[in-house]
């Protein structure tokens, strides 16, 4: 069977031979990935490297490839939002499954174990600030798994359905996905330390957080509903804004990803911790030493 072929349009490769947005070649990615929303993360991440190979910054995407105890990791800042992992999980993949110089799909696959590392808001008791989550169901409120063929593969859907059910979900907000983390990467990565939590990445920090400021929300009691939620003995634990768009597109392009985010607010709580900057440096070093 002739190979698909990808135009210039639609897999666009700079003139030096790197990714359009990432601004990467394939060369200088390691198998081994962390992501992190603030491109400020990045040299806390590569702070703990005992060499640096590349670096590199383009927009929001600032990487860095290093050796960390032997092991060769690449962090890569996505900024904030599941667009922008749209764009980075799938030059990712291109950088590892596709010939730059065919322009066609490598006959192996290349299989990357990517580890987010964020920030994220408790909706629980036992989730106070400080409290580190794996998230290993995300559900995705942001709709971009939507666009995906086998999106109801990478999907939950009993999941999908009694979520919906349970907060009696509006349609005119989209279709929420359920996107599984794998399995065997977040007990490696959580192992006892970690809440197993069920994630919610949302379009947005405020109103679709539930945060009221001075624009009224389209459902004031979702929240409460959220965290009310309980289904097959879990619990809906925290919101952030990134983990169901890399849970799903991972599931689908064959990669293994979790999420870990330290709780910087509560929402119960109504507490906040914004100096987290000093302190999210142990769940760094925790997820550098599992992966
Ligand atoms: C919002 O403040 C940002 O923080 C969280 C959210 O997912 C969103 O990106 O993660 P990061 O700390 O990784 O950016
Ligand atoms: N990131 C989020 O998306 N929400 C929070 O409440 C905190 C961090």
Same mark, same amino acid.
């Given at each position: +069977? @002739?190979?698909?072929?990808?135009?210039?349009? $639609?897999?666009?490769? %700079?003139?030096?031979?790197? !990714?359009?947005?990432?601004?990467?070649?394939? @060369?200088?990615?390691?198998?081994?990935?962390?992501?992190?929303?603030?491109?400020?993360?990045?040299?806390?991440?590569?702070?703990?490297?005992?060499? *640096?190979?590349?670096?590199?910054?383009?927009?929001?995407?600032?990487?860095?490839?290093? =050796?960390?105890?032997?092991?060769?990791? &690449?962090?890569?800042?996505?900024?904030?939002?599941?667009?922008? !992992?749209?764009?980075?999980?799938? $030059?990712?993949?291109?950088?590892?499954?596709?010939?730059?110089?065919?322009?066609?799909?490598?006959?192996?696959?290349?299989?990357?174990?990517?580890?987010?590392?964020? &920030?994220?808001?408790?909706? #629980?008791?036992?989730?106070?600030?400080?409290?580190?989550?794996?998230?290993?169901?995300?559900?995705?409120?942001?709709?971009?798994?939507?666009?995906?063929?086998?999106?109801?593969?990478?999907?939950?859907?009993?999941?999908?359905?009694?979520?919906?059910? #349970?907060?009696?979900?509006?349609? #005119?907000?989209? %279709?929420?996905?359920?996107?599984?983390?794998?399995?065997?990467?977040?007990?490696?990565?959580?192992?006892?330390? +970690?809440?197993?939590?069920? =994630?919610?990445?949302?379009?947005?920090?405020?109103?679709?957080?539930?945060? $009221?400021?001075?624009?009224?929300? #389209?459902?004031?009691?979702? %929240?409460?509903?959220? $965290?009310?939620?309980?289904? %097959?003995?879990?619990?809906? =634990?925290?919101?952030?804004?990134?983990?169901?768009?890399?849970?799903?597109?991972?599931?689908?392009?064959?990669?293994?990803?979790?999420?870990?985010? +330290?709780? *910087?607010?509560?929402?119960?709580?109504?507490?906040?911790?914004?100096?987290?900057?000093? =302190?999210?440096?142990?769940?760094?070093?925790?997820?550098?030493?599992?992966?």
């Amino acid at each position: +069977m @002739e190979k698909k072929y990808f135009a210039p349009s $639609e897999l666009i490769i %700079n003139e030096d031979g790197s !990714i359009f947005h990432l601004h990467l070649k394939p @060369e200088n990615l390691a198998d081994k990935v962390i992501l992190v929303g603030d491109p400020g993360r990045v040299a806390l991440v590569a702070s703990h490297f005992e060499d *640096i190979e590349c670096e590199v910054e383009s927009r929001e995407f600032r990487t860095i490839t290093g =050796t960390y105890h032997r092991k060769r990791v &690449t962090v890569v800042s996505t900024g904030i939002g599941c667009d922008n !992992i749209d764009i980075v999980l799938n $030059e990712l993949d291109a950088l590892a499954n596709i010939d730059f110089e065919t322009r066609t799909e490598k006959d192996q696959l290349r299989q990357l174990t990517l580890v987010r590392i964020g &920030t994220c808001g408790g909706l #629980q008791p036992y989730t106070p600030t400080g409290t580190y989550i794996a998230s290993i169901k995300s559900i995705g409120f942001d709709g971009l798994l939507n666009f995906y063929a086998g999106r109801d593969k990478a999907s939950d859907l009993d999941f999908e359905a009694e979520f919906k059910k #349970q907060v009696k979900w509006d349609s #005119q907000l989209g %279709n929420p996905y359920v996107a599984c983390a794998d399995e065997q990467l977040t007990e490696q990565i959580a192992q006892d330390d +970690m809440v197993r939590g069920v =994630t919610i990445a949302c379009g947005g920090f405020f109103g679709p957080q539930g945060r $009221e400021l001075r624009l009224p929300l #389209q459902d004031p009691h979702l %929240n409460e509903k959220i $965290e009310k939620f309980s289904y %097959n003995g879990l619990q809906i =634990t925290n919101f952030e804004m990134e983990s169901s768009a890399l849970a799903g597109l991972a599931t689908l392009m064959g990669h293994r990803a979790v999420t870990c985010c +330290m709780v *910087i607010a509560n929402r119960l709580a109504k507490k906040a911790n914004a100096g987290y900057k000093n =302190t999210i440096d142990g769940l760094v070093k925790t997820v550098l030493d599992r992966i």
